[in-house]
């Protein structure tokens, strides 16, 4: 069994990232939780460290019943490093998940994320994944974590028009969808855009996986 844990409380954006991840690996058993005690999003860091707490009760539970395989449903990749020092099992963030594909696509790859306050998180978890020298910008599409998972047309627009941008602009291989409440645009970015669009809720599951039966 692979279990998703989605640090924020948002049961619908837990679903939708088990969807994502049971249409990537259709053989795998993935379950889905959610953190009830966690914020509504995560949207900086004062955001994950407010997740953090009931994050790795979560995490510490799904390792006593036998996880194969963890994923952190969160694209700050939240508490990952003492998610995994805890685990008896993969864990794996989503984040770190879409990086490394992206890496394996081309020599450069844009990120397309929410706000601006989360641009610092994912610029310095590139690096320390060492990846910075791929990296061609974090771009922030100024969308609440919650528009997303509302369904917000108008939001999801404007996060289509930042990573047509970014294609534009950045001369890059690939783009990388910085959120996990993204997961439902990642057909039509790929339809627009012509480059390979990643989304970390799919390589986090194909990884997991793998690595569940290593």
Not at 140 to 157: F, I, R
Not at 201 to 206: I, K, P, R
Request: charged content about 15%; proline content about 4%; some cysteine.
């Amino acid at each position: 069994m692979i279990i998703l844990i989605n640090p924020n409380s948002s049961a619908s954006m837990t679903k939708a990232m088990v969807d994502t991840a049971s249409a990537a690996v259709p053989s795998a058993r993935i379950e889905g939780w959610t953190s009830h005690d966690g914020p509504p999003a995560i949207q900086g860091a004062s955001d994950g460290l407010l997740a953090t707490p009931p994050l790795l009760k979560l995490v510490g539970k799904a390792s006593d019943l036998g996880a194969k395989a963890i994923i952190i449903g969160c694209f700050d990749d939240t508490a990952l490093g003492a998610a995994r020092a805890m685990a008896h099992c993969p864990v794996i963030g989503i984040g770190q998940a879409a990086y490394h594909l992206a890496a394996m696509c081309g020599a450069r790859f844009s990120v397309v994320t929410t706000l601006d306050v989360s641009v610092p998180i994912l610029e310095t978890n590139i690096s320390a994944y060492g990846l910075a020298q791929n990296l061609a910008k974090v771009r922030a599409s100024d969308v609440p974590v919650l528009a997303l998972e509302d369904g917000d047309a108008t939001a999801q627009d404007r996060v289509l028009r930042e990573i047509q941008t970014a294609v534009k602009e950045d001369h890059i291989d690939s783009v990388v969808l910085g959120c996990g409440g993204m997961v439902t645009l990642r057909a039509a970015a790929a339809a627009t855009t012509g480059i390979k669009v990643i989304d970390g809720v799919q390589a986090a599951a194909v990884n997991a996986a793998l690595l569940a039966h290593s």
